[in-house]
């Protein structure tokens, strides 16, 4: 196994949790009530902590420092999904996605959980027992908000339906799936653990009555991200490849992934305009005083 | 027979805190034995009961606080905090430079 596979599979996981884990932190402080201000607070800690012991395991790969690898790589060096990197808009949106982030990291980690590669796998065994608790608050905004007064769970299944097609590209190959999948270090492929993930969202969702989240991404534009005005161009695609065909399907009374992905490359380090602010202000104190310690 | 927890405040100004269980058959009965069972020496000045079946246990208890590094949130981990901070902003003064209030994104 070529280490730059294994590299390549701890960063894009550790990209997702850093970027999401910053987004949610962003609601420090805000959240209209302060015991979920709290949880949402501790949570987005978790996933920065998930983050560095997963740089810390590539820093032993690539001889580099966790800080380093979590602040010192340029925006086209992330490979996160770009659903991670949207911003918070309202709180609809941060539960719609913390909902579909969560289920679907649930749904990898328990995929590592057999990895050949030893110390991911062990390292993947203790996130997940915190990582329950996410779902667990997850779960329950998901079913409050569903269930709640109209506005509510029309906002709520708005959201849902926007974050849904983007979500699904944190199942998006990564460039070396091949490799490894060959030597077990990935114990599924991305495809695969997207229609398990895809079971787990539909039926959640038929439980609530909100099928039409999953019926309104068919017409989600399909390709890559590509920043559309000034300013982001470093992070975009000098050939972006024509779009692709959507999307989902339902056969035999299953959720199908057939083609393509709505906001894909990530995985390769294409991302939206919104990474661009966000990436400057989470490596700002990094690129100014490379090496500091609190 | 239902099992009924009891609680008391030391003082006036002390918190509700857990001091044991009674067995009363209904709400009433539990109040009249809560008092003689935990306070006939004076223990407190306020009792609450509340009915077990009412009182609910989080899930998984023996993960509370996580189970990787949160040293950062314990107050000893910021030891000299304040003082970096005036450090650091009189550093930023002497350059010219001020800290906005950051705000959420949007």
Known sequence: MSSDARLGLLLAIADDELVIGHRLSEWTGWVPYVEEDLAMSSIAQDEIGHARALYEIAATINGGTPDDLALGRAMADYTHAVICERPNRDYAYTAARHYLYDTADAVRLEALTSSTFKELAELVRVLRIEERYHLDHARTWFRRLASGPVEARQRFSDALADALPEAMTIFEPLPDEDALIADGTLPKPGEEMLAAWLDVVGHDLEEVGLERVMEADAEAPVGEVLPTSSGASEVADESPRPLRVPGLERRDGRWVHTAGFSGAGGRSGHHSEDFAPLWEEMTALHRAHPGARW | ?106
């Open chain 2, 1 to 106: 027979m239902e099992v009924w927890e009891v609680f008391s405040r030391r003082t006036n100004d002390d918190p509700l805190v857990h001091v044991g269980a009674v067995s009363a058959p209904d709400l009433e009965m539990a109040l009249v034995l809560a008092r003689e069972t935990f306070f006939r020496h004076g223990e407190g000045v306020d009792c609450w009961v509340g009915r077990r079946g009412d009182l609910h246990r989080v899930a998984n208890p023996e993960t509370l606080g996580g189970v990787t590094d949160k040293t950062y949130r314990r107050a000893e981990g910021y030891t000299g905090v304040g003082a970096k901070l005036k450090r650091v902003h009189s550093e930023l003064a002497s350059r010219g430079i001020a800290i906005d209030n950051p705000r959420p994104g949007r």
